[in-house]
């Protein structure tokens, strides 16, 4: 008998690479959990999928654990949820520090250890950690975003090395310049110079789609994925060879 791919949980899958891995999971006939404080766009997005929509902040620990407790255990996790940063370094401050390490690299702690146990138990999961070309290559503007993300990449491989034994994988995606509400944001501000700029960091020469994320990040989270551990995959458009 073939099983039904197992329950899955997606952080900051309201909109943008999150969004587009909820609809990619859903299609793939995981039992979808996503969890975002952007209530109307989840509740738009849950009416759309028939995944369950949880509204709350993932920097919030007692809102995880009734998660965990409510809709658990999940079998595949998908660390999504992050926040960008633009500005040099000697601009930033502590507060910044704080606020770009917890949502792009604690959280990813959080949500790991709310599931891990279940996943020791059953023998089997899959954890694909959303984190960012730019965590390997470094930008002008961004050295917290990159601490974080890289922090994510280092994270991956200590996971995957300590699980192996339980049939447990975990992958990190490293996407390029995609265009989601948080780079719509940049380009409002910069507009062309600053699309033509990104677009100039890959070799293909363009912004990425959502959707060309979710179908690796997919991929990742399938059973197929049998092989693949401890990975940093980039999937930005040649940007991890050194394009530009
Ligand atoms: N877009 C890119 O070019 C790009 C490139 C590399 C890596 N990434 C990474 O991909 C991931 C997704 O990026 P995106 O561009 O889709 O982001 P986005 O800003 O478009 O969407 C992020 C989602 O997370 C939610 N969110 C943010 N803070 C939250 C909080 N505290 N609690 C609950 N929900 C919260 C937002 O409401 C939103 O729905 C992030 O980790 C990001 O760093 C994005």
């Keep these: 008998?073939?099983?039904?791919?197992?329950?899955?949980?997606?952080?900051?899958?309201?909109?943008?690479?999150?969004?587009?891995?909820?609809?990619?999971?859903?299609?793939?006939?995981?039992?979808?959990?996503?969890?975002?404080?952007?209530?109307?766009?989840?509740?738009?997005?849950?009416?759309?999928?028939?995944?369950?929509?949880?509204?709350?902040?993932?920097?919030?620990?007692?809102?995880?654990?009734?998660?965990?407790?409510?809709?658990?255990?999940?079998?595949?996790?998908?660390?999504?949820?992050?926040a960008d940063q633009h500005a040099f370094f000697t601009d930033t401050s502590e507060d910044e520090w704080r606020r770009l390490i917890a949502i792009n690299l604690e959280t990813t702690f959080a949500f790991t250890h709310g599931v891990l146990g279940a996943m020791q138990a059953a023998g089997y999961g899959r954890i694909v950690n959303v984190s960012s070309e730019a965590g390997r290559q470094g930008s002008k503007g961004g050295a917290i975003y990159e601490a974080a993300m890289a922090?994510?990449?280092?994270?991956?491989?200590?996971?995957?090395?300590?699980?192996?034994?339980?049939?447990?994988?975990?992958?990190?995606?490293?996407?390029?310049?995609?265009?989601?509400?948080?780079?719509?944001?940049?380009?409002?501000?910069?507009?062309?110079?600053?699309?033509?700029?990104m677009a100039s960091l890959t070799l293909l020469n363009r912004l990425g789609r959502p959707e060309e994320i979710a179908d690796v990040v997919a991929f990742l989270a399938s059973a197929k994925a049998s092989f693949i551990t401890g990975e940093a995959i980039g999937?930005?458009?040649?940007?991890?060879?050194?394009?530009?």
Excluded: K, Q, W
């Design 1 to 82: 008998m073939v099983r039904p791919p197992p329950s899955a949980l997606v952080t900051g899958g309201a909109a943008g690479i999150g969004a587009a891995i909820v609809r990619a999971l859903v299609a793939a006939g995981h039992a979808v959990t996503f969890c975002d404080r952007d209530r109307a766009a989840g509740d738009r997005l849950s009416a759309e999928t028939g995944a369950t929509f949880v509204g709350m902040d993932v920097l919030d620990g007692a809102a995880r654990a009734r998660l965990f407790a409510e809709f658990g255990p999940f079998l595949v996790l998908v660390n999504n949820v992050g």
């Design 151 to 197: 922090g994510v990449i280092g994270f991956t491989r200590s996971i995957a090395r300590e699980n192996a034994r339980y049939s447990v994988t975990c992958n990190a995606v490293l996407p390029g310049p995609v265009r989601t509400p948080m780079v719509e944001a940049a380009l409002a501000v910069h507009g062309d110079r600053l699309e033509s700029n």
């Design 235 to 244: 999937v930005s458009g040649g940007m991890g060879c050194g394009a530009g």
